[in-house]
């Protein structure tokens, strides 16, 4: 509709003669898109984008759809046609369409209005379970059909259903889907990062945008996955992924980049398409020959056009095996393969910076760097990685100063020297899940409690204190027609679904069992809407399974660079311990600044100055240990042959 109709000038002279056009990015106004979607789907069925909404000048909805062409053709009304059909009606059947406009807030607020129900437990989990084995794909990995998306909070709630019950079918799924996906085109071979989705069930033909905030879940999702495999696959995809972003994505302040377009020259993929031809000539022989059968390069192209469906002697590279495999294949050693892949994909980077680069839109979300602050925290502790965690500790700083609203709380967007549009839930949510994980990655206590600052903040200004959950609309708004509450995990996990799994942490790490309360009351409040298709929840249901249990309380009472305290973090950030707090105390003769935010650590020792790690279960702690293999055997649920500590 952009190409066709709002650069067209016939077609911007009949709108601005009828309507005051607005074109709103759904990015940056979360809020409305939600409202209008539902006005969209209630009046025709379905919905979708690009969203059409028609309203009175108080913005009420009376008329809705999606993509409509300039001119009618094919049974479809024509922009150009319903334009002028509005006029004629306003002018003749005001009344009517007022009245219309009236039904469709009635209806949407009546959807705001969700009925508390029972207590979930263990049982919703399998549920869950139960669903997402249905609708898995056992060829391809991934869920449902084409088109495919990622859905990384179905892998991770995956990973913590097996490491509550020891299914190995739930980790096999996980582990068939990120390898598929990594194999796949939906993977950028070359320059990496993942694409949006994939248009066909088996990973290979992208929709090739690049959204910043599937890297940072996908990312969170194979850290994870490593932690239980350890992976080298895994492990790579994960500094791959992160290059990619700091180079491509970053902003010179220490924020990122919202996403890359699908196209370029107006042509969807081109900037990531090869011939044949074009790569033999930009690599030596041997590389040549490498790369060719290693990403299935075919002489006749293996990519359809998208109009025509017809190969049209272009390549998306792809793999169907490992290196090793393909350098058997070619009588290769497998080191030299190595080095020669290195080399080529350089160059062949190197070649297509030459491109025109699909357009970037280079607005920064606090929410979406929320998402890229956990992952990048999580990279940094779990690859031992210093080079992560300070660029996870620019970003924050980038959020904390720049984002800041000097009247309270944060804003939403930042382009060009300029933050606006006060924040949303998601933004409050994701940022103090990045808060979290960059505390437990760095252990300074000023990232906890801006962390409880915004929790504060949170729970002030949008939350429904009748029903429980939160409103994504602060109560300091003035705008909206409604103020909404949404719980479905879908291709973002909902700001619901990570405030009540950051209500548990930081329960645990305070002690405060009224942020406990509120994260039960999510799971009331939307327990009949979760009950119905608990697969669909999956972030809130690992939330779920964080506050049923069993969790622990980690502490570790030492000096950071001291032998013992750094093998016993090490052990922590080596264990795949989903449902854990970790905190640790500094030994300093004065009361470090933990024991205020944490009370219960104030009890927590060193034994002998030596450093200590206590592992404790909703605030029962059993016997410290200064002994590296005891701790893991603590971790691991263990009792240690004796009962005292040395």
Same mark, same amino acid.
């Given at each position: 509709?952009e190409?066709?109709?709002?650069?067209?000038q016939e077609v911007a002279?009949?709108?601005?003669e009828?309507?005051?056009?607005?074109?709103?990015?759904?990015?940056?106004r979360?809020?409305?898109d939600?409202i209008?979607?539902?006005v969209?789907?209630?009046m025709?069925?379905?919905?979708g984008?690009?969203?059409?909404?028609l309203?009175?000048p108080?913005?009420k $909805?009376?008329?809705?759809g999606t993509?409509?062409p300039?001119?009618s053709s094919f049974?479809r009304?024509?922009?150009?046609e =319903?334009a002028?059909?509005?006029?004629v009606l306003?002018?003749?059947?005001r009344?009517?369409?007022?009245?219309m406009?009236?039904k469709n807030?009635?209806v949407l607020?009546?959807?705001?209005v969700?009925?508390?129900g029972k207590?979930?437990g263990v049982?919703?989990?399998?549920?869950?379970?139960q669903q997402?084995?249905? +609708?898995?794909?056992? !060829?391809e990995?991934?869920?449902?059909y084409?088109?495919?998306?990622?859905?990384?909070?179905?892998?991770?709630f995956?990973?913590?259903? +097996?490491?509550?019950?020891?299914?190995?079918?739930?980790w096999?799924?996980v582990?068939?889907t990120?390898?598929?996906?990594?194999?796949?085109g939906?993977?950028?071979?070359?320059?990496?990062?993942?694409h949006?989705?994939?248009?066909?069930?088996?990973?290979?033909? $992208?929709?090739?945008?690049?959204?910043?905030?599937d890297?940072a879940?996908?990312?969170?999702?194979? =850290?994870?996955?490593y932690q239980?495999?350890?992976s080298?696959l895994?492990?790579?995809?994960?500094?791959?992924?992160?290059t990619?972003?700091?180079t491509?994505?970053r902003?010179?302040?220490g924020?990122f980049y919202?996403?890359?377009?699908?196209? #370029?020259?107006?042509?969807?993929g081109?900037f990531?398409? +090869?011939?044949?031809?074009e790569?033999?000539?930009?690599? #030596?022989?041997e590389?040549?020959?490498?790369?060719?059968?290693?990403?299935?390069?075919?002489?006749?192209?293996?990519? !359809?056009?998208?109009? #025509?469906?017809?190969?049209?002697?272009?390549n998306?590279l792809?793999?169907?095996g490992?290196?090793?495999g393909?350098a058997?294949?070619l009588?290769?050693?497998?080191?030299?393969?190595?080095?020669?892949?290195?080399?080529?994909?350089?160059k062949?980077f190197?070649?297509?910076e030459k491109?025109?680069h699909?357009?970037?839109?280079?607005?920064?979300?606090?929410?979406?760097?929320g998402l890229l602050?956990?992952a990048?925290?999580?990279?940094?502790?779990?690859?031992?990685?210093?080079r992560?965690?300070e660029?996870?500790?620019?970003a924050?700083n980038?959020i904390?100063?720049?984002m !800041?609203?000097?009247?309270?709380?944060?804003?939403?967007?930042?382009?060009e020297?300029e933050a606006?549009?006060?924040?949303?839930?998601?933004?409050?949510?994701?940022?103090i899940w990045g808060?979290?994980e960059l505390y437990?990655t760095?252990?300074k206590?000023k990232y906890?409690?801006?962390a409880?600052?915004?929790?504060a903040?949170?729970l002030?200004?949008?939350?429904?204190t009748?029903q429980?959950g939160?409103f !994504?609309l602060s109560?300091?708004?003035?705008e909206?027609?409604?103020?909404?509450?949404?719980?479905?995990?879908?291709?973002l996990?909902?700001?619901?679904?990570v405030?009540?799994?950051?209500?548990?942490r930081?329960?645990r790490?305070?002690g405060n069992?009224?942020?406990l309360?509120?994260?039960q009351r999510?799971?009331?409040?939307f327990?009949?809407?979760?009950?119905? #298709?608990?697969?669909?929840?999956?972030?809130l249901?690992?939330?779920l399974?964080?506050a049923?249990?069993?969790?622990?309380e980690?502490?570790?009472?030492?000096?950071?660079g001291?032998?013992?305290?750094?093998k016993m973090?090490t052990?922590v950030?080596?264990?795949f311990i989903?449902?854990k707090?970790?905190l640790?105390?500094?030994l300093?003769?004065?009361?470090?600044?933990?024991t205020?935010?944490?009370?219960?650590?104030k009890?927590l020792?060193?034994?002998?100055g030596?450093?200590?790690?206590h592992?404790?279960?909703?605030?029962?702690?059993?016997f410290p240990?200064?002994?590296?293999?005891?701790?893991?055997?603590?971790l691991k649920?263990?009792k240690?042959s004796?009962?005292t500590?040395?």
């Open positions: 509709m190409k066709e109709s709002f650069e067209d002279t009949l709108l601005n009828i309507f005051i056009a607005i074109k709103v990015d759904r990015e940056e979360p809020d409305l939600g209008y979607m539902s969209c789907q209630a025709t069925g379905s919905g984008w690009p969203l059409t909404v309203m009175t108080d913005q $909805p009376f008329f809705a993509y409509f300039k001119k049974g009304i024509g922009l150009m =319903l002028k059909k509005i006029k306003w002018e003749t059947r009344e009517e369409l007022l009245r406009a009236e807030l009635a607020k009546a959807e705001t969700i009925v508390p207590e979930l049982e919703t989990l399998e549920r869950a379970f997402l084995t249905e +609708w898995y794909d056992e !060829q990995g991934g869920f449902g084409a088109p495919k998306f990622p859905t990384p909070h179905n892998l991770c995956l990973m913590r259903y +097996w490491k509550r019950t020891g299914q190995q079918t739930a096999r799924m582990e068939r990120l390898t598929a996906m990594r194999y796949g939906i993977y950028d071979q070359i320059g990496f990062g993942f949006r989705y994939s248009t066909d069930n088996r990973w290979f033909l $992208p929709h090739f945008e690049k959204m910043l905030y890297q879940l996908l990312v969170t999702a194979y =850290l994870e996955a239980i495999s350890g080298a895994y492990r790579q995809t994960v500094e791959e992924v992160f990619y972003l700091v491509v994505m902003d010179e302040n924020g919202t996403a890359e377009d699908a196209d #370029s020259e107006g042509v969807e081109k990531y398409l +090869w011939s044949r031809q790569i033999l000539e930009a690599l #030596s022989p590389e040549g020959r490498l790369v060719c059968s290693y990403f299935n390069v075919d002489e006749n192209g293996n990519y !359809q056009a998208e109009t #025509s469906r017809e190969k049209i002697g272009d998306i792809f793999l169907t490992e290196l090793a393909t058997e294949q009588k290769m050693d497998l080191e030299t393969a190595k080095q020669l892949l290195k080399s080529a994909r350089k062949l190197s070649l297509r491109r025109v699909p357009h970037k839109d280079d607005k920064i979300l606090t929410d979406w760097n602050l956990a990048l925290a999580k990279g940094g502790r779990i690859l031992k990685e210093q992560w965690t660029v996870a500790e620019q924050a980038f904390l100063t720049k !800041q609203n000097p009247q309270g709380g944060l804003w939403h967007r930042y382009r020297g606006a549009i006060p924040a949303f839930l998601e933004d409050y949510a994701f940022l808060l979290l437990e760095t252990f206590t906890l409690v801006a409880l600052d915004f929790n903040f949170l002030q200004y949008f939350l429904d009748e429980g939160f !994504q109560a300091q708004s003035r909206g027609l409604i103020r909404k509450k949404e719980v479905y995990d879908g291709a996990p909902s700001g619901n679904s405030a009540m799994l950051n209500l548990v930081l329960a790490i305070t069992s009224s942020l309360e509120e994260a999510i799971v009331t409040g327990a009949n809407v979760i009950l119905a #298709s608990p697969a669909n929840y999956t972030q249901l690992s939330a399974d964080f049923l249990g069993p969790s622990q980690i502490v570790i009472v030492g000096r950071r001291e032998e013992t305290t750094e973090l052990v950030e080596e264990s989903p449902n707090i970790v640790f105390r500094p300093t003769k004065e009361a470090p600044k933990i205020e935010v944490a009370p219960f650590t009890e020792t060193a034994i002998k030596r450093a200590t790690a592992v404790c279960q909703n605030y029962q702690c059993g240990t200064t002994d590296v293999k005891k701790f893991l055997q603590l649920g263990r240690s004796t009962s500590s040395t």
